[in-house]
């Protein structure tokens, strides 16, 4: 393995700690999810020096100029969220973006080809915008696939932004605390698509989580851990909700006025 620099190699344990967490709570099944970190001081290293001989550019359909010569670490394409721990090296690259920005390069040195997430445009997308509006602090996006919220989707009344966010601060006191934006909904759309990469885009500029109807979810965090978090908490109160369902018990929810005295202690907080 190429000597790594400090960064790489924390954001390397933050992937493969949240992977584990992530098949844990059943929201990684196969090869769902994916990972994303960018690095801030990327110290160049035997991995570049591989770069210039190997000549492994890869093409990318849109232009990112406002990413040239950004460094990230991404998830690789097939990769298992259980299994990043076992193998880190082989399931995680380390790509640059070209000086144009019209594509990337694959520095890491695999035993294996391994290539990018399938959702790769989507995370560089957002990695851009955050640079745009200099939110230089949030370097890292995860996908993952939360039963209980991508549930909530599947219903026709909360497959609504507004009716969504009513619904999850009701149920948990957090989300009002710590998601008080709300999240964002996208209507069903391709996944890897250029599409839902824009619809993602414009719903992250105003939450840190939006949620894709019928799939997942892309959160945001200045940590992995804490786009994790986001997740968490939204999909507990989704677990909650199905929990009373199941148990044929009407819930309560809170009241408007408990959700607005935690809105005015979060803001007190703050
Ligand atoms: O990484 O989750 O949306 C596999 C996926 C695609
Ligand atoms: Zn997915």
């Not at 196969?30 to 990972?35: H, K, L, Q, T």
Request: with cysteine.
């Amino acid at each position: 393995m190429a000597e790594r620099n400090i960064e790489i190699k924390r954001a390397i344990k933050e992937i493969t700690e949240t992977g584990k967490l992530l098949w844990q709570k059943g929201w990684a099944e196969r090869n769902a999810g994916n990972i994303s970190i960018r690095i801030e001081k990327y110290i160049h290293d035997n991995e570049e020096k591989n770069l210039k001989t190997k000549k492994t550019f890869y093409k990318l359909n849109n232009k990112l100029t406002n990413l040239s010569g950004k460094v990230f670490l991404v998830t690789a394409t097939g990769s298992r969220m259980r299994d990043i721990g076992k193998n880190p090296d082989e399931s995680i690259l380390t790509i640059k973006i070209s000086d144009k920005g019209d594509g990337y390069y694959i520095l890491s040195n695999t035993k294996n080809k391994i290539l990018p997430t399938s959702e790769l445009i989507v995370h560089l997308l957002i990695h851009q915008e955050l640079l745009k509006n200099k939110l230089h602090e949030i370097r890292a996006i995860a996908h993952t696939h939360p039963t209980e919220l991508i549930a909530l989707t599947h219903i026709k009344k909360y497959a609504d932004e507004k009716n969504l966010n009513k619904l999850i601060k009701s149920i948990h006191p957090e989300n009002t605390m710590f998601v008080n934006e709300g999240v964002g909904f996208i209507p069903f759309l391709l996944p890897g698509s250029y599409d839902i990469a824009e619809a993602t885009v414009k719903s992250l500029q105003k939450h840190k989580l939006a949620v894709w109807e019928k799939h997942g979810c892309f959160a945001v965090g200045k940590t992995v851990s804490a786009a994790f978090d986001i997740v968490d908490m939204v999909n507990k109160s989704a677990k909650i909700f199905f929990l009373c369902k199941a148990a044929r018990l009407k819930l309560q929810g809170l009241s408007e006025k408990q959700i607005q005295k935690l809105s005015v202690l979060m803001n007190n907080l703050h």
